[in-house]
């Protein structure tokens, strides 16, 4: 057998493209044939991508997400189960618009110079664009997507799926259309559902205004954050309990400005607490306010129009201005009237739009609702039966929470990109109609003059329908039979609401069934600091630069390291050296291991020597623990497992320890043992290749052991517990323990490796059998020259008495043996005397300066007992360091 070269330095640029188009031109991404669903065979595992904006570029949170689907996906297809993840992109309907807006902007255009169906061919022609640039990213970050199933949330099927669901809703009475307050974005000139603010607590002002009672000279005192909003009141409210405001209930004030009155009314909402005790009620631009006008049968005036200026209701002096500039001149004009009072600076939430950031305005508008109760009351039903499952478990009372809690669901958007309402309005009978096709005369009176409705639904009306939709329903198609329901979702928290419970209510309203069994919920990326990475902070990191500058590997790798369920990963651009270094140990080790292979020849069955089992046993619980791991979403354990084995038991042990057979041994020998180390790599590699798939398949095609498979559809190791072998663990475990004692002293007395050392060992009764028959690779491993055994007669020379340390010696003690390094020997007993004094040195200024820190109260009452616990832990350790260079000295001082 020849030796395999494998490139000297590791660069995964030279071979991460051609494998990715390796593996999906073989179809090693859809899902194995005639196994899904098939009698006998293995349940499919499946999983639907979080679809981004396809007009996003993915970021470092996209590339944890993908990353960690990526890992599961890819050791389900290796265990033989028929594994689909179905990629897509959403149409993001409000994000995408914005785009094409602004580039409209930029040649002095708007969307109604063009009309809405030029506007919405524009819309397709960035799209097309931007799905090229996210196919290819995905691409790039190795993600084992079926791309032979991708889906749009715009295209024809889905599309299909969207008007049969808005059309049953509205057969079963849980679709309505009413006039509403709603979360109003002047800038996108859409309703926004109340998961798409985000409230962020911003710097304002309290406002304090007298309102005057009418028929007298007195006044009440309101307290708001909003005064132009007052040109909108239509009454005062105080708590029906207040003994200060009883005998105003059924009174009217002067509405200040307006040449209004309105009335005091009694309500519970009211905190007597709080302020004055009095409040304004403005019914069409607060939620609350809205809730009491309701109550009490309020007028509601609705004063801006959808840009987000005020309207033809309030006095003419206000008509046209902007939110803005109506604040100012209202303050001005209650300041000349001496109505003003005063100010106050305060810190309030402030509602923002999750896309432009504009602020939010309650607006009454008539719009499109779901009733989310009746669909909420079944999607508890499912958790509590255990037909879904969160990790971490924590999020389950997030869920109930939020489920018990659900308001009705605003799905019209005032947009014209997305799925456009499937309403018609009939001019001449008035009545609405909703079809599941296109309509051109009226169902109930046969008039020709109808209108679709302008508006088109949220996009996440169309999201959530994804697990089914994406597999053909409406229509009983293979796939939907075959794959659903899927299996796990795999998503960041900040969406759970949005995405997560919506796409259980749809699919147990719509298929009967939960869409998926397992939802793995994993944290966000931040920085270093804990911030959110964001383009204002600069803080943020690409996924691709990443890609570009350490590997696709080591991105997944150091991700799924840090992926501590129910925790953030906190990340900077070093933070991916870990998973580099590491796939380039794998290459490194692999390196080595190829370029021995001159002249050797592989043995059938090759017997195993004490180390072989030994390696053999090691990998079996690694993949035990690894398996546990993957299937419980713990990434971190596994990635951790694969990192511990790999490099400490394979690499550090096992590869340095069949050096003795590979220098040293018969041709026979040779044979044996490259043999056993190959099917150890060729193990290794499977077991690793979830979270490194690009370097260990380039490795994994060049092993002459493996008969040209590919490793992404080879069998993930499993558990044998023929393999288990605790006793052989626990005896290499002492072996282990010798060899480190003697390192440690090694490195301790700063002898170079080179130096054989002289050892002599005094092993416990029931080790010597052990020591014996493992002297030549104890000696290998420690460096040891000359070994000899007391008591046995093995070894040059003849051993002191027992008890009795050698003269210069250094005892290197453990659980079974003590061993004697014949430090003189080696090393300059003057200077190394001097080297641990000065040590102790030290360590005696470092042991002052910890003890002074733990002895001041103040330190250990006020620091965080993490750091406190830290400290006493570094003392300890200190004066442990310090005790044994005194040994030392001591031993190096006797004759």
């Known amino acids: 057998m020849k030796a395999i070269e494998l490139e000297k330095a590791f660069d995964p640029k030279t071979f991460e493209d051609r494998i990715y188009a390796r593996w999906k031109d073989s179809g090693a991404f859809k899902p194995a044939a005639g196994k899904g669903g098939s009698a ?15 007009t996003g570029v993915l970021h470092l949170g996209h590339g944890l997400n993908n990353s960690l689907q990526d890992i599961v996906v890819r050791f389900h297809r290796m265990r033989g189960e028929p594994t689909l993840w179905v990629p897509g992109t959403d149409h993001a309907g409000i994000a995408t618009q914005n785009v094409v807006e602004r580039r409209l902007k930029t040649k002095g255009q708007t969307r109604h110079d063009l009309g809405r169906e030029k506007f919405v061919e524009e819309t397709w022609k960035v799209k097309n664009e931007h799905h090229e640039i996210i196919s290819r990213q995905l691409a790039r970050i190795g993600a084992s997507v079926d791309w032979s199933r991708e889906r749009f949330t715009l295209d024809e099927g889905l599309s299909k799926a969207v008007r049969e669901v808005f059309v049953t809703l509205y057969e079963r009475d849980l679709l309505y259309k009413g006039n509403y307050l709603v979360n109003w ?3 996108c000139g859409t309703a926004l559902s109340d998961d798409e603010v985000e409230h ?3 710097p304002g002002k309290m406002y304090h205004i007298r309102y005057p009672i009418v028929g007298g000279s007195a006044f009440i005192e309101i307290a708001t954050t909003r005064p132009e909003t007052l040109l909108g009141d239509t009454a005062v409210a105080v708590h029906p309990e207040d003994p200060r405001y009883t005998a105003l209930v059924g009174k009217k004030v002067q509405l200040p400005l ?10 519970t909402y009211v905190d007597r607490e709080f302020g004055t005790g009095v409040v304004k009620i403005t019914p069409a631009h607060d939620p609350n306010d809205w809730e009491v006008a309701k109550r009490h049968d309020l007028a509601v005036i609705n004063i801006l129009t ?5 309207n033809g209701e309030v006095p003419e002096k206000y008509r046209g201005m902007t939110v803005k500039a109506a604040r100012e001149a209202v303050l001005e004009d209650l300041t000349t009237a001496g109505l003003f009072i005063r100010d106050e600076a305060i810190s309030h939430a402030v509602g923002h739009c999750y896309r432009c950031h504009t602020v939010i305005e309650p607006f009454l508008s008539e719009q499109w609702f779901v009733r989310m109760k009746p669909l909420a009351e079944k999607a508890l039903a499912a958790w509590r039966k255990g037909e879904i499952i969160f990790y971490p478990k924590r999020w389950e009372n997030t869920y109930q929470h939020w489920m018990e809690n659900i308001r009705d669901w605003c799905v019209s958007r005032q947009l014209w990109w997305g799925h456009r309402i499937p309403a018609w309005y009939c001019k001449d009978c008035g009545k609405t109609a909703v079809s599941r096709t296109d309509l051109s005369t009226c169902p109930h009176c046969g008039s020709k003059n109808i209108e679709q409705d302008p508006d088109v639904l949220d996009t996440w009306f169309s999201s959530w329908l994804w697990p089914f939709s994406t597999l053909g329903w409406p229509e009983e198609t293979v796939d939907l039979k075959t794959f659903y329901p899927t299996t796990a979702l795999v998503t960041a928290y900040d969406i759970i609401f949005f995405w997560v419970s919506r796409m259980i209510m749809a699919g147990l309203e719509f298929t009967g069934k939960a869409p998926f069994r397992d939802i793995y919920i994993h944290g966000l990326i931040r920085d270093k600091q804990g911030r959110k990475m964001s383009k204002s902070l600069g803080n943020g990191l690409d996924p691709l630069e990443l890609v570009d500058e350490f590997g696709a590997d080591a991105l997944k790798f150091t991700l799924a390291f840090m992926c501590a369920q129910g925790q953030d990963l906190l990340v900077d651009k070093e933070s991916f050296k870990l998973g580099s270094k590491f796939a380039n140990k794998i290459w490194n080790a692999s390196r080595y291991i190829l370029m021995n292979l001159e002249g050797r020849n592989l043995v059938k069955t090759p017997a195993l020597l004490p180390v072989d089992k030994w390696i053999y046993s090691r990998l079996n619980g690694a993949a035990k623990a690894m398996t546990e791991a993957f299937l419980s979403y713990r990434y971190n354990d596994a990635a951790q497992t694969a990192y511990e084995y790999f490099w400490n038991d ?18 026979e020998e040779k044979d044996r043992a490259a043999t056993v180390l190959l099917d150890v790599l060729a193990s290794s590699l499977r077991l690793l290749h979830p979270l490194l798939p690009f370097v260990t398949e380039e490795i994994y095609g060049k092993l002459p052991n493996i008969n040209g498979e590919l490793l992404i559809t080879a069998p993930y190791p499993e558990y044998d517990e023929k393999r288990a072998d605790p006793r052989g663990e626990a005896e290499f ?7 480190r004692g003697v390192r440690t002293l090694r490195s301790e007395c700063t002898i170079t490796s080179d130096r054989k050392l002289r050892v002599l060992l005094r092993p416990d009764e029931g080790q010597a059998g052990i020591l014996e028959a493992n002297a030549e690779l104890v000696k290998l ?3 040891i020259g000359d070994l000899e055994l007391a008591g046995t007669g093995k070894g040059q020379g003849s051993g002191p008495e027992a008890g009795r340390r050698p003269p210069g010696s250094i005892a290197a003690v453990g659980a079974g043996f003590e061993a004697f390094v014949f430090i003189a020997e080696a090393a300059d007993l003057g200077a190394l005397k001097q080297k641990f004094t000065k040590d102790i040195d030290k360590d005696r200024k470092f042991i002052a300066s910890l003890k002074a820190k733990l002895g001041n109260e103040k330190f250990v009452q006020n620091a965080p007992p993490e750091l406190v616990q830290g400290e006493k832990e570094k003392l300890a350790e200190a004066l442990k360091r310090t005790e044994k260079l005194e040994s030392y000295i001591k031993d190096l001082g006797q004759p």
Do not use: M
Request: hydrophobic share 40%.
């Open 258 to 267: 307006t040449g209004r009155d309105i009335p005091v009314v009694a309500d």
């Open 650 to 667: 394979f690499c550090d042990w096992y590869v340095e320890a069949t050096k003795l057979s590979l220098k040293n041994g018969s041709d």
């Open 40 to 54: 006998g065979g293995a349940d499919p595992f499946v999983v639907v991508i979080p679809p981004p904006n396809v």
């Open 200 to 202: 962020e607590d911003t």
């Open 306 to 310: 959808p840009d987000g200026r005020l």
């Open 185 to 187: 974005c002047p800038s």
């Open 733 to 739: 475990a002492f072996l282990q323990e010798l060899v």
């Open 781 to 783: 491993l420690a460096g």
